[in-house]
């Protein structure tokens, strides 16, 4: 039964009032340019099909992954940047050209061809002229490339191996060439709609040779279909004009996927590894005579293990005879291919090689864990902990201050991670595994963050004690799905089956297969509490692949519960969606159940996402999907009455393109019908409940959204290529903004002991905004120079100045036409204290914010702007407002002292350059005048006190290792020490101020000593009519 649905209802959209019409209007467009994501990591390599290095540069290389786009290293693997992002469309990469004569010059084809089920479309073909600093688009087609191969002579000349759609049919299959650079390109070789081209070589002396590998393959939600009659071994003898088929010696009739490699040594000698449904004829084979004819010389199970991921063969630039097969392992052969030995990468899943053929020893390769370089055969390669390029399905967070973000990354394990950089670790030191695996999801107990489930394919849920150090498998049903028909599974627990711990009851746990499945127990018994949720098609439910092999890991398995979630407003509302296209409810906590699919719903869509409203019981939004049938449609539904009637919010012209599929909907916990939606290529935003969206992708690169959570001012992004992202600016989102606005409202901030700083360990996370984040919204044609934005303490008795003309002691102040966003660090102005000066132990910032009610106050050149600012202490402290209190009075005192020592400090030295100056001036004609010995005297009495107040000899950080501390050290080490403390200071710290009280005070006694000699001097001077020493 579907429930009928109307577009953008205005009923609805009337209830839900002007506040969200008004916040629709009030946002103008260049806010969102000065949001700031930043990513948290992890820095652990994903997915990589593409790869090529430099001849002549044995430190550079390229590599294109599934999701994170192209990025280049210059110094060997030791860091990498990305440099496709602001001119690429997709983040999808199939393969990178570089053209080695001159290597400025790189073509890009788009669309990974190695074609899991969550694969990402490419969008064609870029080119640099400048080594990847500018690209340009040169061909536009949705497609997957496997090969791009260059003429060696002439770079506007370049083939590549489209294997098309990998979701339908698909008219762009097959190989094409430009001959102009890429500002044209012709399809010179097409078998059918269903079959295109996955490997393409060049001979290596006979640029006009060329050989094809065509495959047909296409991929649907329940299954793989890899290989048909049309497929195999192509030949061209004139540039690509014309194609001939080879057989002689190999497979024929069904073929799978095709590899193929020529010995740059021996041209004649040629391998190509080819699947065939008869497993007799399946393997590798060889041709000594340049291709005329062949021999099948390996059936060796390691090496063509799923053929249809892998078949990647790789000739060596200078050992005919030597051969690498990339398969689950790489393996090498100096045999020709009749034996191999396998070479450890740090990964598995080996897609790319590229070998530098001016030394052999130097190579990148690739796999689903990232790239890494050897520099010595394969003996030992480059980390991948340095790629912040990490593929995950979900996201979800924990409770603790500060927050931890939890996933599943792609062939790799589940991972949790800080949300903010606590500083004095590495990043990975950070991290730990939750238990599960790749592709599952992961569940925290909102009481005990130790514990955790977490999800993998094949129905495994595993529940974690970290407490314990203690883990355990809970899966409901024990069967291997591995090369099983799905209807022979008792439970269809699909590779990504959602988990979710009850919002009211900790022991109460949901894992879905078809069935909805409860644990009331903490996982350990489960019961089924619904039917068969899916359309449950017989048809869809046969042993994945085919048909030249079958592949069950539990990705192809359908008729599946894909998304679920209980209502936080009662624990009986259950909703559920499948993967084929149904959504169903309980009221009564799973007795019952109605289906409620909207009747605009596309025929087995995929409900990836369930978002039930935080503001509205009845209300829900669900994000559906079909591109795996070839249907790249946006669609979200929203719901305000349980289901009965739905609205589609998305229509390909409302804001979200036509082309940007949908995977995930949220709405905002604070503002309601402010929702977030992430799409195939970015974020979305919509102020009016969906009725327009507009894009958010600011910095954010271009790289499919596959979950989002809002987590208090955060939003925390899951993604397919480029790790975890979070976003901290969300009360900027949540507010009316007017033009004529400028100081927006200012979020809560903590104060904690954070750090931005991470132990140097490569790739590193963005940096967390430590402190208050302000933001200014600054308006064209206002005059912004003589701005001041000033913060005062509670007290009103420190402070902190921006100004966009910055006077002594104050900070820069710089504001650009839209959103600015600072960031406070949480500390008022400096101690003042002489330029130059050096401390040994000591840390002179400014004194740490109390909490408490500070006023932000903004003069724009228009007028003055008032706001408050409250200021939290870290929730885990135990010391009480007090404690801070007697902190902070303390840390004024020696702040206070450390200043009037370094006053008289400048004011001694200001006198002694005037007496120097009275000196020269004095003594011009060689005279001796009669004050000469009083001057003297003065400067030596003025010598003796500032070595006693500052060491004179310290000029570098650790010169006062070599030198006595002096008075000014021994006050900023104690500064520093209770202005550190975040807690009451220590009886030692009062007994050490009172001791430097009363030095200061014996050093006051002299310095008023010396002002008293300058006033007698003064004397002597005026009355001889002289210049004299002016006091400050």
């Not at 003429?151 to 294997?163: G, M, Q, R, S, W």
């Not at 979305?684 to 409940?689: C, E, H, K, Q, V």
């Not at 403390?981 to 006051?1004: F, I, N, S």
Request: proline share 6%; aromatic share 10%; glycine share 10%.
């Amino acid at each position: 039964m579907q429930m009928p649905f109307s577009y953008r209802r205005c009923l609805t959209i009337l209830m839900l009032g002007c506040s969200l019409i008004a916040l629709a209007q009030s946002i103008p467009a260049n806010v969102y340019n000065g949001l700031q994501y930043r990513m948290i990591g992890p820095t652990r390599g994903g997915r990589c099909t593409a790869v090529s290095g430099v001849n002549n540069q044995i430190f550079t290389y390229y590599m294109g992954t599934t999701g994170g786009g192209v990025w280049q290293t210059t110094d060997g693997g030791e860091s990498w940047k990305n440099i496709s992002d602001g001119f690429f469309g997709t983040g999808s990469i199939g393969a990178i050209a570089v053209y080695q004569p001159n290597p400025a010059i790189i073509y890009v084809g788009t669309g990974s061809a190695c074609i899991r089920g969550n694969v990402s479309a490419g969008d064609g073909i870029y080119k640099s002229l400048d080594g990847g600093k500018t690209w340009r688009h040169v061909l536009d087609i949705q497609a997957q490339i496997g090969r791009i191969v260059l003429h060696p002579d002439n770079p506007d000349i370049a083939y590549a191996a489209v294997l098309g759609n990998a979701f339908g049919p698909s008219a762009e299959r097959g190989i094409y060439r430009t001959l102009d650079g890429g500002s044209t390109w012709k399809k010179v070789h097409f078998v059918s709609n269903r079959t295109g081209a996955i490997d393409l070589v060049m001979h290596p002396r006979y640029s006009n040779i060329l050989f094809a590998g065509m495959w047909t393959a296409e991929r649907k939600p329940w299954t793989l279909v890899d290989g048909s009659d049309e497929g195999g071994l192509w030949k061209s003898t004139d540039g690509g004009d014309t194609w001939t088929q080879v057989r002689n010696g190999l497979p024929e009739g069904q073929v799978g996927r095709i590899g193929i490699t020529i010995s740059p040594v021996n041209p004649d000698r040629m391998w190509v590894t080819q699947e065939a449904a008869d497993e007799t004829k399946g393997g590798l084979y060889l041709s000594e005579d340049g291709g005329s004819t062949w021999k099948r010389i390996n059936r060796d199970h390691d090496i063509r293990q799923r053929a249809w991921y892998y078949s990647h063969i790789f000739a060596h630039p200078t050992e005919e005879h030597t051969l690498f097969l990339l398969n689950t392992r790489m393996w090498k052969s100096t045999d020709d291919g009749r034996t191999f030995n396998r070479i450890n990468t740090p990964h598995g899943d080996n897609h790319d090689l590229w070998i530098n053929p001016q030394n052999p020893l130097a190579m990148i390769e690739s796999n689903d864990g990232g790239s890494n370089i050897s520099f010595n055969g394969g003996g030992t390669w480059t980390t991948q902990f340095n790629q912040p390029t990490a593929e995950f399905y979900r996201v979800t967070t924990d409770d603790q201050f500060p927050y931890r973000v939890y996933g599943a990354q792609q062939d790799n394990t589940t991972i949790s991670i800080p949300s903010e950089t606590t500083g004095g670790l590495t990043p990975l030191q950070n991290w730990f595994s939750v238990g599960g695996g790749e592709s599952g999801y992961v569940a925290v107990d909102p009481q005990n963050p130790d514990r955790i489930f977490a999800g993998n394919y094949i129905g495994q849920i595993t529940l974690l004690d970290r407490s314990q150090g203690r883990s355990r498998d809970v899966v409901a049903y024990p069967q291997m799905h591995d090369g099983t028909a799905p209807r022979d599974i008792k439970y269809r627990f699909q590779w990504n089956a959602p988990i979710r711990i009850s919002h009211f009851d900790r022991n109460t746990v949901y894992h879905c297969s078809q069935f909805v499945h409860q644990s009331t127990d903490g996982g350990i018994t489960w019961t089924v509490i619904s039917p068969d949720l899916t359309t449950n098609n017989d048809a869809q439910q046969d042993i994945p692949g085919g048909p030249i092999q079958h592949d069950h890991t539990g990705v192809e398995l359908y008729n599946t519960i894909f998304a679920f979630e209980e209502s936080m407003h009662d624990p009986f509302t259950l909703w559920a969606g499948s993967d084929d296209g149904l959504v169903h409810i309980t009221r009564d906590g799973g007795k019952t159940w109605k289906e409620i699919t909207p009747s605009g719903m596309p025929e087995q869509g995929t409900v990836n996402s369930i978002e039930v409203s935080p503001h509205s019981p009845g209300t829900a939004y669900i994000a559906v999907y079909k591109y795996r049938d070839n249907d790249t449609r946006p669609y979200v539904f929203r719901t305000t009455d349980f289901g009965r009637s739905w609205d589609l919010l998305t229509d390909g012209n409302n804001g979200i393109p036509a082309g940007h599929f949908v995977r995930v909907v949220r709405e905002d916990p604070e503002r309601q019908g402010l929702l977030y939606a992430g799409t195939e290529y970015g974020l979305y935003i919509s102020t009016d409940n969906g009725s327009s969206w507009q894009s958010m992708q600011g910095n954010l690169p271009i790289v499919p959204i596959t979950d989002l959570q809002v987590k208090g001012n955060d939003l925390v992004i899951a993604t397919q290529g480029r790790s975890f992202w979070i976003l901290d600016d969300l009360p900027v989102l949540r507010n009316t903004i007017t033009p004529n606005q400028s100081l927006l409202p200012v979020p809560d901030a903590y104060r904690t002991q954070f750090s931005n700083r991470w132990l140097d360990a490569g790739a590193k996370p963005d940096p967390s905004p430590l402190g208050a984040v302000i933001y200014i919204y600054a308006a064209e044609n206002v005059d912004y120079s003589h701005a001041r934005l000033t913060i005062t303490s509670p007290d009103s008795t420190q402070s902190i100045v921006f100004s966009a003309e910055p006077q002594d002691g104050e900070q820069k102040l710089t504001l650009k036409t839209g959103l600015n966003r600072f960031v406070w660090d949480l500390r008022y102005a400096a101690p003042k204290v002489q330029k130059g000066a050096v401390f040994s132990l000591a840390n002179t910032r400014g004194i740490q914010a109390m909490p408490g009610i500070h006023t932000v106050q903004l003069t724009d050149g228009r007028r003055n702007v008032t706001e408050r600012l409250r200021v939290l202490k870290d929730p885990r402290w135990s010391c009480s407002d007090a404690d801070l209190q007697a902190e902070f009075e303390l840390a004024k005192q020696c702040k206070a002292m450390l200043e009037d020592v370094h006053a008289m400090i400048g004011q001694i030295r200001t006198i002694r350059g005037q007496i120097k100056e009275l000196e020269a001036w004095g003594t011009r004609d060689n005279s001796k005048p009669s004050w000469l010995n009083q001057s003297q005297q003065l400067t030596s009495a003025i010598n003796d006190l500032e070595k006693q107040l500052i060491q004179t000899r310290s000029e570098s950080g650790q010169d006062p290792i070599n030198y006595p501390s002096m008075l000014d050290d021994q006050i900023a080490y104690l500064y520093s020490i209770v202005n550190g403390q975040d807690d009451r200071p220590t009886p030692g710290c009062y007994e050490r101020y009172d001791d430097l009280v009363k030095l200061v005070a014996e050093k006051k006694t002299a310095y008023d000593r010396i002002l008293t000699e300058v006033t007698t001097l003064n004397g002597a001077l005026k009355q001889l009519d002289a210049p004299y020493v002016r006091l400050n």
